[in-house]
């Protein structure tokens, strides 16, 4: 079964830190490009980064403070989130994707989890 699980969503002040990690069961994510979206309520769905293992594209409003990395030999994606801001809170997901998108931070997704929840707030 194929599957993707996140971890490390929480509470954050603004300005603060929180590293996002997502654990692949089922298949190996090397075989994918990867990336993580987002949702707040009331607003689409946007992609926050996608990385095929040549190019990576970062959502303009996180570039500069977002970092996705990959472990291959946990199986484990990573995104570093620093300097967070208020408008950052969101459920964030992380995928498998057949493919990014030439131009923007989102791609063609295979699968995804079920998400974790980040809030910055004071």
């Known amino acids: 079964q194929l599957q993707l699980v996140e971890s490390g969503g929480g509470l954050v002040q603004p300005g603060g830190s929180l590293r996002l990690s997502c654990a692949a069961s089922g298949f190996t994510l090397d075989d994918y490009a990867i990336g993580w979206f987002r949702q707040a309520p009331g607003k689409e769905r946007e992609g926050v980064v996608c990385?095929?293992?040549?190019?990576?594209n970062y959502a303009d409003s996180v570039k500069g403070r977002f970092t996705i990395s990959r472990d291959n030999a946990k199986n484990t994606v990573y995104l570093q989130m620093n300097s967070l801001k208020p408008e950052d809170t969101a459920v964030y997901y992380c995928?498998?994707?057949?493919?990014?998108?030439?131009?923007?931070?989102?791609?063609?997704?295979?699968?995804w989890g079920q998400g974790t929840q980040v809030t910055v707030s004071s």
């Open positions: 990385s095929n293992g040549r190019r990576t």
């Open positions: 995928a498998a994707a057949y493919f990014c998108s030439e131009n923007s931070a989102s791609g063609q997704y295979a699968n």
